[in-house]
């Protein structure tokens, strides 16, 4: 079945697909917006939380998902659950796709590792901001392969109502620091003005503390 609509983060839907570690049981989707990529990882993991800060975002995925007795989907921020919707150490899998640039970003990254398993994996699909020529000659052939990918879709690229916010850091600046921060993940530059990031959570993991005091160091 084709996607409802077509936007950047959706395309590289399949890639994260491609990406679930063998053995997952648990995965949440952080940022879910309607839960479209929810309702796909349903069909592959057998319990799957969608979180968004958007009660908007949440009713409407909700309404789309009433058929899937594996998905639940709360309104939580993962870097401030007061109410403790998400629990820390608990997921095999971590997805954010367009979130992290929304927040700091070692405070982001570092949230996420802390929702994960040991040995659980966290996948980040992000946004950064052209810089240099070679970010711009990029950025520019990417706006002529999106329209061109874009065009057997419509137009449309819901959903509405979610919230934007544009990248402050830079490309080079997201693979530094994420480098710096989640030692041995993997990071590279996407066609359509994404990144992707993938890091396996070690078996014996820092303190925080060391986290920070690695963060503040690079």
Same mark, same amino acid.
Request: proline share 5%; hydrophobic share 40%.
């Given at each position: &079945?084709?996607?409802?609509?077509?936007?950047?983060?959706?395309?590289?839907?399949?890639?994260?697909?491609?990406?679930?570690?063998?053995?997952?049981?648990? %995965?949440?989707?952080?940022?879910?917006?309607?839960?479209?990529?929810?309702?796909? /990882?349903?069909? @592959?993991?057998?319990?799957?939380? #969608?979180?968004?800060?958007?009660?908007?975002?949440?009713? /409407?995925?909700?309404?789309?998902?009433?058929?899937?007795?594996? *998905?639940?989907?709360?309104?939580?921020?993962? !870097?401030?659950?007061?109410?403790?919707?998400?629990?820390?150490?608990?997921?095999? /899998?971590?997805?954010?796709?367009?979130?992290?640039?929304?927040?700091?970003?070692?405070? %982001?990254?570092?949230?996420?590792? $802390?929702? !994960?398993?040991?040995? #659980?994996?966290?996948? *980040?699909? +992000?946004?950064?901001?052209? $810089?240099?020529?070679?970010?711009?000659?990029?950025? +520019?052939?990417?706006?002529?392969?999106?329209?061109?990918? $874009?065009?057997?879709?419509?137009?449309?690229?819901?959903?509405?109502? &979610?919230?934007? &916010?544009?990248?402050? &850091?830079?490309?080079?600046?997201?693979?530094?620091?994420?480098?710096?921060? !989640?030692? +041995?993940?993997?990071?590279? @530059?996407?066609?359509?003005?994404?990144? !992707?990031?993938?890091?396996?959570?070690?078996?014996?993991?820092?303190?925080?503390?060391?986290?920070?005091?690695? +963060?503040?160091?690079?």
């Amino acid at each position: &079945m084709s996607d409802p609509y077509w936007n950047h983060n959706v395309h590289y839907q399949p890639l994260i697909l491609d990406l679930i570690p063998d053995g997952c049981k648990r %995965a949440l989707d952080v940022g879910c917006g309607d839960g479209l990529l929810v309702r796909k /990882l349903a069909a @592959r993991i057998p319990v799957v939380t #969608g979180a968004d800060r958007s009660a908007e975002m949440i009713g /409407l995925a909700q309404a789309e998902s009433r058929h899937l007795h594996n *998905v639940t989907f709360v309104e939580a921020d993962y !870097l401030d659950d007061a109410h403790g919707l998400l629990s820390e150490g608990r997921y095999d /899998l971590v997805i954010a796709v367009s979130v992290v640039h929304h927040a700091d970003f070692g405070r %982001a990254l570092e949230g996420l590792a $802390r929702l !994960l398993t040991p040995g #659980g994996r966290m996948i *980040v699909v +992000g946004l950064g901001k052209n $810089r240099s020529a070679v970010d711009w000659i990029a950025g +520019g052939v990417a706006q002529v392969v999106s329209r061109i990918v $874009r065009r057997p879709h419509g137009g449309k690229r819901g959903p509405h109502g &979610m919230p934007a &916010m544009d990248p402050i &850091m830079s490309w080079g600046q997201t693979a530094r620091e994420a480098r710096a921060i !989640l030692t +041995g993940c993997r990071w590279r @530059r996407l066609l359509l003005r994404r990144y !992707l990031l993938v890091w396996d959570k070690p078996w014996h993991l820092p303190s925080e503390r060391s986290l920070r005091q690695e +963060g503040s160091r690079r």
